[in-house]
């Protein structure tokens, strides 16, 4: 008996339709995603003139039965759905019985395939949609899929392709993250014969972003690790699909089970800045997808480590029940609608946010200095279909949320404070020449770069805690504290320094309520264009909050009366244009919650210690313990970095002396 | 150039010009010190085009002329000779040799063309008393703000007036106002305003520290400078630009309340509370009770202190936040022993003043409080 039935119409029309084939990339996907779900370990994808010319892939997974392989062309047809029900949890990646039918009417394809069950194996050969040939044939375990001429039959489809080059650049994203996904498995991608990714079975996650982009992308990266959150009290929140909700309905008054969330990947230290959401990879359930409440998630944990301009490096791997999750939504199946978005959202927030905390990761100097392994050449190509479509609609709080903001938590940046160390005097002294790599921990296999290489493992992370214990030594033009430290040296931009040190204690302050004001001599009376008045109207009340007593004075005049105790008067006419001016601009659309971030942001700016600033050694040491007990010692409010680390064994090595 | 000066003498003259030289060495010519022989004085002449000073001591002179050398290494090294006779002298190549008993040292200098022309000194129009100007001084340009805006300045409003000479120092939150009595004042020849910077304050003091106790300083002024001369020294400033704010609205008319307090009592009052103030604001809360004036202060990381002085206090419970630094800024400045301290409301500035027998002078000090 065959595994794939025709999906009876009641459930097909329950699928999201709509086209699923638009170019080289999306036939990639699906095959890709083919194979995935039929339990391949090894894949080779092969293309020609960016996929226009040929698509092959390769997989060592189930294959078909004869029956089966010529039922895969119908539309509806498939193994991995059975009814209606089923829709409600879809473990695998597809469900729909589209894709083979889809790919097989534009296009030139060639279906080889023999399950372990049956002794021959299948050929089947199409051209736009019609069957020319179905005949037994002698193959291996496996399922090969050759796609020739895309767009053959479809010339105004073929108009809209992009260059070859564009085109390979979407394939090589697409297969690069998939492989990102999977790590046990092998993955091979050649463009006319050369071989743009090879990737070999490693155990970790962190092996295979290794393999992928080298060791110089993963020095800059943070682990997640694994985290986990349960979900008990089930709000009513996005309505799912209708499929769901009448489902739902059938089975209203069953108790409602607890759901646990789990997240692992990689995320940037906030120093890595990229000028748009390419380098954001999000996989929801192994699918990757792309999610606007997930990449504000990111954005509001990133929120004043980096420029709101700048974009980190992101690979996150959320895993739910499927029910949490429905992926129903959209033709191509690239989005997913959440059941509980916002508990959803919070999760991924916090568990960057409190891990950026946490690490408190360290910018380094010249990284060009250290043995870079390079990255595989598929991981160097510009475009990602997932994140290039959303590039010029920037996810706004209120577009994402469907809850208004005051639901959202607020969130503590402080982290969990864990048992204070124990201090020994009899430890063994540091080791500055480094031990043999840690061995057994990673499991080698041969890979496109030979063995993984002793430096390639970043040595133990160096985290910005040390500052703590950080001995200044002097400043460099009066504007940057040079330290030493138990590993290396240390330079701090002490403006920005001051800056996170104050942005937080402000923040602190305003959230508490207990902002200090000081009222001045005489009040300061500022002129203001009209765009700056009608500015000045809508944040008024947040400036008053924040502590600066303000009032209309006549004409596009206001008086200001009093102001935070922090900014000297000298200082007010000009952090008081600044405010506006970043009012009319960057925050224009932005939250109350953000607004009030700007705000505190240039207050600390503008009340910290400057450049060309003298400071005596008090100043300096009392300056580096404030830092590190900041929660994010690692960049200023503006997402500048602080404190630049230069490690012993950086120094050892610039010397020749390892 | 040739010439012999006591070793002493040379070395007082040339720790004032210590002040004047400048730092950073962007322009090498102007950390060297202009050293002129002529007639019977050798003249030292030191600037950093803000500031300039010129001092003399008497001197055999045996052949007149002048040269620059690096002023602090001269001063550095001619401490370190014995007392006595130091015999200075340019040779060639603006090299300077200095001679004294058995040593002797070759300096190298820069040719005396590149050190830049000082202003001529006009006619004085003022003879002001250097104690006087000196104690004015202090008890205002703790208040001059650290930078300068459109609304603050980096310098001190000097008024001769005929109710006396005042000087006027605010940043913004607080303000400083002396007005001498018309007898201290010195004799004027016409009323006049100048904004002093506080670098030349600064020196003014020094330079003060240095005189007799009844000497005065000439004061004149040009377009662009202002000159004080005291004694044999001359110091000259560019003068600050731009509008002081109109001090007199600020000074307030009257008072509904005022407590009296033990200055030492209260001050080391303040001392010990802030150190659990806000490290950068400084926010103490002062509560005037009925007998008693008790201060408190709280951070969140440190913790919390309170203390009460008695006071001739009789009006209403108040409670007014201040920085504690303004207050002790005034408290550490004057050398009376009883304090008043004024007050409307909670919004309203607060002032404070030197109380008891003997003040001649007026000194009041205005401070904005804070809400905390
Ligand atoms: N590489 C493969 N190995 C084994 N079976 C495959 C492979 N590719 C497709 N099949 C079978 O063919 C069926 C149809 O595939 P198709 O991609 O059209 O639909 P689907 O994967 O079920 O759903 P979707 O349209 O969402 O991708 C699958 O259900 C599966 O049983
Ligand atoms: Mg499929």
């Known amino acids: ?496 320094a001051h800056e996170r040190i104050l942005f937080e204690q402000v923040m602190k302050q305003r959230a508490a309520g207990r902002v200090e004001t000081q009222r001045l001599l005489l009040p300061l009376i500022l002129q203001l264009t009209p765009e700056q008045q009608i500015d000045y109207a809508r944040i008024a009340d947040e400036l008053h909050a924040s502590g600066f007593e303000t009032e209309p004075f006549g004409n596009r005049t206001i008086a200001v009366k009093a102001a935070p105790a922090a900014v000297s008067a000298a200082e007010l006419d000009k952090i008081l244009y600044e405010i506006l001016e970043v009012a009319e601009g960057e925050l224009r659309n932005a939250s109350l919650d953000d607004l009030r971030r700007g705000i505190c942001a240039s207050i600390a700016c503008r009340a910290a210690i400057k450049i060309n600033t003298r400071l005596d050694a008090a100043k300096m040491e009392w300056l580096l313990r404030a830092l590190s007990a900041t929660d994010c010692p690692m960049s200023c409010p503006h997402g500048r970095p602080i404190a630049l680390h230069y490690s012993t064994r950086e120094v050892l090595k610039a010397f020749h002396r390892i | 150039m040739e010439f012999t000066v006591s070793k002493s003498e040379l070395v007082r003259e040339l720790s004032l010009s210590q002040g004047v030289v400048e730092k950073k060495t962007t322009i090498p010519i102007l950390s060297n010190v202009l050293l002129e022989a002529a007639e019977d004085r050798v003249t030292l002449t030191a600037t950093d085009l803000e500031l300039g000073i010129r001092c003399s001591c008497p001197a055999r002179v045996k052949k007149e002329g002048s040269g620059t050398v690096p002023a602090r290494k001269l001063l550095e090294f001619v401490r370190l000779l014995p007392e006595g006779d130091v015999n200075m002298k340019f040779l060639e190549n603006h090299w300077a040799s200095i001679t004294c008993g058995r040593s002797r040292t070759r300096i190298a200098g820069m040719s005396r063309e590149s050190f830049p022309e000082l202003p001529a000194t006009p006619e004085s129009i003022a003879e002001i008393p250097v104690k006087t100007l000196a104690s004015m001084i202090t008890r205002t340009s703790f208040a001059i703000s650290m930078e300068e805006s459109r609304f603050t300045l980096n310098g001190a409003l000097l008024v001769m007036r005929p109710e006396g000479l005042t000087m006027v120092a605010t940043d913004g939150h607080r303000l400083a106002f002396v007005q001498a009595t018309p007898e201290a004042s010195g004799t004027v020849d016409q009323q006049f305003r100048a904004l002093v910077p506080k670098k030349a304050m600064n020196e003014l003091v020094k330079l003060a520290d240095d005189a007799g106790p009844d000497e005065k300083a000439l004061f004149s002024g040009d377009e662009n400078h202002l000159f004080f001369q005291v004694g044999h020294r001359l110091l000259m400033t560019r003068k600050l630009t731009g509008n002081f704010p109109d001090y007199e609205r600020v000074l307030p008319k009257d008072h509904a309340l005022s407590a009296k307090l033990l200055k030492d009592e209260i001050k080391s009052a303040i001392e010990r509370v802030a150190q659990f103030a806000d490290e950068r604001s400084h926010a103490i809360r002062v509560q005037f009770l009925s007998g008693e004036v008790r201060i408190f202060s709280s951070s969140v990381e440190m913790g919390e202190s309170e203390e009460s002085v008695l006071s001739e206090y009789t009006g209403p419970d108040l409670e007014i936040g201040f920085n504690a630094q303004y207050l002790l800024d005034f408290l550490r400045a004057i050398p009376q022993d009883h304090i008043s301290f004024e007050l409307k409301d909670q919004k309203s500035a607060g002032e404070l003043r030197p109380a008891g027998e003997g003040i001649t002078d007026q000194y009041r000090y205005v401070v904005m409080p804070m809400r905390i």
């Open chain 1, 1 to 496: 008996m065959g595994r794939i039935r025709i999906l009876p119409d009641q459930v097909a029309n329950k699928i999201a339709a709509g086209e699923v084939v638009e170019r080289p990339a999306s036939v990639v996907k699906e095959l890709l995603e083919n194979s995935l779900d039929a339990g391949a370990t090894e894949i080779r994808v092969d293309v020609e003139a960016g996929g226009r010319r040929l698509i092959r892939i390769v997989d060592d997974g189930c294959g078909m039965l004869r029956d089966d392989a010529l039922l895969a062309f119908e539309r509806h047809a498939t193994s991995k759905l059975r009814d209606v029900k089923d829709l409600l949890s879809i473990a695998t990646l597809g469900f729909r019985g589209e894709a083979l039918p889809s790919i097989a009417s534009v296009s030139r394809l060639l279906l080889e395939t023999r399950s372990a069950e049956e002794t021959t194996g299948t050929r089947i050969e199409i051209a736009g949609g019609k069957m020319l040939r179905c005949e037994e044939a002698a193959l291996g375990g496996g399922t090969v899929i050759t796609v020739r001429d895309l767009f053959y039959n479809v010339p105004a489809r073929r108009k809209f392709l992009r260059t070859e080059q564009t085109e390979l650049a979407h394939v090589a994203s697409l297969v690069t993250h998939y492989s990102l996904a999977h790590p046990d498995k092998t993955f091979l991608l050649t463009s006319a014969a050369s071989e743009l990714l090879h990737v070999t079975p490693v155990a970790t996650l962190k092996e295979r972003v290794y393999q992928v982009f080298g060791s110089q992308v993963l020095e800059d990266l943070v682990e997640i690790g694994e985290r986990e959150k349960q979900l008990f009290i089930p709000a009513p929140s996005v309505p799912p699909s209708e499929a769901i909700a009448e489902y739902r309905r059938e089975e209203a008054g069953e108790q409602e089970p607890v759901h646990a969330f789990r997240i692992s990947g990689f995320f940037s230290r906030p120093q890595v800045q990229k000028a748009n959401r390419n380098s954001i990879f999000i996989f929801v359930n192994g699918r990757l997808i792309r999610d606007r409440l997930l990449l504000h998630a990111l954005s509001s944990a990133y929120h004043n480590l980096m420029p709101a301009s700048a974009y980190p490096f992101v690979l996150l791997f959320l895993e739910s029940d499927a029910e949490e999750v429905d992926v129903n939504v959209h033709p191509s199946k690239t989005e997913v609608r959440f059941r509980h978005g916002s508990f959803v959202h919070d999760f991924v927030r916090d568990t960057i946010r409190e891990r950026l905390m946490e690490s408190r990761p360290a910018p380094s100097f010249s990284p060009s200095a250290r043995a870079a392994s390079a990255e595989q050449p598929a991981a160097r190509l510009p475009y990602s279909e997932f994140s290039q479509m959303l590039e010029n609609e920037a996810p706004t709080a209120v577009s994402v949320m469907e809850q208004p903001e005051a639901a959202l938590p607020e969130f503590s940046l402080r982290p969990a404070a864990g048992p204070v160390p124990r201090l020994d005097f009899s430890a063994p002294p540091l080791e500055v020449t480094p031990g043999p790599p840690p061995s057994g921990k990673l499991s080698r296999r041969l890979d496109a770069h030979g063995e993984f290489p002793a430096e390639a493992v970043p040595a133990p992370e160096v985290s910005l805690s040390a500052l703590s214990d950080l001995r200044p030594l002097g400043q460099i033009h009066e504007s940057f504290i040079i330290a030493a430290g138990r590993d290396g040296l240390w330079i701090i931009d002490q403006h920005v």
